[in-house]
């Protein structure tokens, strides 16, 4: 299998799992127990907690939730207080669906056809401003910093989907909560963080023990100790990461070649997303012709609901082009030569359906 869907998830980094092994082998106290054993699984979670920490912006906290869908539906109805909601018409359902969940005043910004969307004023009596770092399906960078001062400007807070960019691209300051994510950085599903500026404080989504003042549950330490290395191998192999993505990306444009079309910006854009198109492509014949190539058609969240990508056709792709569409993911562990190869057959496949 030729993995290629690094936006659904990416794989287990090898010192990752190293990390968590002591926890799942032998370390199976309960990190918020007062006893010796109980103390020190909670310093591993701390030391975590740092490591994630460091490749987010100073003056605030991390608290660590079951994954970023957590921390943004925390996020989102711990303002529920707060007035208006102001997102974007390309976010993540786990945005969508929470804000439109809460019953409050929703203002979705249209993108334009590279997936960007126009800062602009917000109005008074809005409470937060929530808008991705990095797009999912089409990898557009969006103007984070100036939403985020719109955001201020009217007394609201900002909230950042970081979830595809942390570690990738820099997170503005100006931010008041962003959500991440481990397994999109080569860490373990089911662990994400809520970074909270200090200040700010949220009533719980969970009720329980407030083990994480604010969010109630028993920490697995093993699940921290994989995001922490996660994290802390993002920030040492940073360049690397970055080079070894911007080659992948340019021998995939040019394998591709003139009958695909790039959708989405080509340039404010994390060149590890590619999702192209190709007229009167049938992409279910397509995925079972390359079966052992992992692809997608679409967020991972959304797959086999029949209906087209919500991001492609903000972006003004008729339902027909949004329909003939796919994303091919890539990043630390993919090779050159199979992602030639890959493309190689997709590209014969592609062709066949038009004979």
Same mark, same amino acid.
């Given at each position: 299998?030729?993995?290629?869907?690094?936006? !659904?998830?990416?794989?287990? #980094?090898?010192? @990752?799992?190293?990390? *968590? +092994?002591?926890?799942?082998? %032998? /370390?199976?106290?309960?990190?918020?127990?007062?006893?010796?054993?109980?103390?020190?699984?909670?310093?591993?979670?701390?030391?975590?907690?740092?490591?994630?920490?460091?490749?987010?912006?100073?003056?605030?906290?991390?608290?660590?939730?079951?994954?970023?869908?957590?921390?943004?539906?925390?996020?989102?109805?711990?303002?529920?207080?707060?007035?208006?909601?102001?997102?974007?018409?390309?976010?993540?359902?786990?945005?969508?669906?929470?804000?439109?969940?809460?019953?409050?005043?929703?203002?979705?910004?249209?993108?334009?056809?590279?997936?960007?969307?126009?800062?602009?004023?917000?109005?008074?009596?809005?409470?937060?401003?929530?808008?991705?770092?990095?797009?999912?399906?089409?990898?557009?960078?969006?103007?984070?910093? !100036?939403?985020?001062?719109? #955001?201020?400007? @009217?007394?609201?807070? *900002? +909230?950042?989907?970081?979830? %595809? /960019?942390?570690?990738?691209?820099?997170?503005?300051?100006?931010?008041?909560?962003?959500?991440?994510?481990?397994?999109?950085?080569?860490?373990?599903?089911?662990?994400?963080?809520?970074?909270?500026?200090?200040?700010?404080?949220?009533?719980?989504?969970?009720?329980?023990?407030?083990?994480?003042?604010?969010?109630?549950?028993?920490?697995?330490?093993?699940?921290?100790?994989?995001?922490?290395?996660?994290?802390?191998?993002?920030?040492?192999?940073?360049?690397?990461?970055?080079?070894?993505?911007?080659?992948?990306?340019?021998?995939?444009?040019?394998?591709?070649?003139?009958?695909?079309?790039?959708?989405?910006?080509?340039?404010?854009?994390?060149?590890?997303?590619?999702?192209?198109?190709?007229?009167?492509?049938?992409? !279910?014949?397509?995925?079972?012709?390359?079966?052992?190539?992992?692809?997608?058609?679409?967020?991972?969240?959304?797959?086999?609901?029949?209906?087209?990508?919500?991001?492609?056709?903000?972006?003004?792709?008729?339902?027909?082009?949004?329909?003939?569409?796919?994303?091919?993911?890539?990043?630390?562990?993919?090779?050159?030569?199979?992602?030639?190869?890959?493309?190689?057959?997709?590209?014969?496949?592609?062709?066949?359906?038009?004979?």
């Amino acid at each position: 299998m030729t993995y290629l869907d690094y936006q !659904a998830t990416t794989p287990l #980094a090898p010192e @990752a799992l190293k990390a *968590m +092994l002591p926890w799942l082998e %032998q /370390g199976h106290a309960n990190p918020h127990s007062p006893h010796r054993a109980g103390r020190q699984a909670r310093a591993a979670v701390e030391v975590a907690r740092d490591q994630v920490a460091a490749l987010l912006p100073a003056g605030g906290r991390v608290v660590f939730t079951s994954g970023a869908t957590e921390a943004l539906n925390w996020a989102i109805k711990g303002t529920s207080g707060g007035g208006g909601i102001v997102t974007t018409a390309i976010e993540h359902a786990a945005i969508l669906d929470t804000a439109q969940a809460t019953g409050r005043p929703l203002t979705v910004l249209p993108v334009d056809g590279e997936g960007l969307v126009a800062p602009q004023p917000v109005a008074d009596g809005t409470g937060l401003v929530a808008a991705m770092l990095v797009n999912n399906e089409v990898g557009t960078i969006q103007p984070v910093a !100036a939403l985020a001062d719109a #955001a201020h400007r @009217a007394g609201a807070w *900002m +909230l950042c989907d970081a979830v %595809q /960019g942390y570690g990738r691209i820099a997170i503005p300051e100006a931010v008041d909560l962003i959500a991440v994510s481990a397994h999109k950085i080569y860490g373990p599903k089911g662990i994400g963080a809520l970074w909270i500026r200090d200040g700010i404080t949220l009533p719980p989504l969970l009720h329980g023990g407030d083990q994480e003042g604010g969010r109630s549950g028993t920490l697995s330490p093993a699940l921290c100790a994989g995001f922490g290395a996660a994290a802390s191998l993002m920030a040492t192999q940073a360049e690397r990461d970055a080079a070894h993505v911007e080659r992948l990306w340019a021998l995939a444009v040019e394998q591709f070649g003139p009958d695909w079309t790039i959708n989405g910006s080509t340039t404010q854009r994390y060149h590890g997303n590619l999702n192209v198109r190709r007229n009167g492509l049938d992409v !279910a014949r397509l995925m079972s012709d390359c079966r052992d190539i992992a692809f997608s058609a679409g967020s991972a969240c959304a797959s086999g609901s029949g209906r087209p990508s919500h991001v492609l056709t903000a972006l003004g792709l008729t339902e027909r082009e949004a329909k003939s569409s796919i994303r091919l993911g890539f990043g630390r562990y993919t090779s050159e030569a199979e992602l030639t190869e890959a493309i190689d057959r997709i590209n014969m496949a592609a062709r066949a359906q038009g004979r």
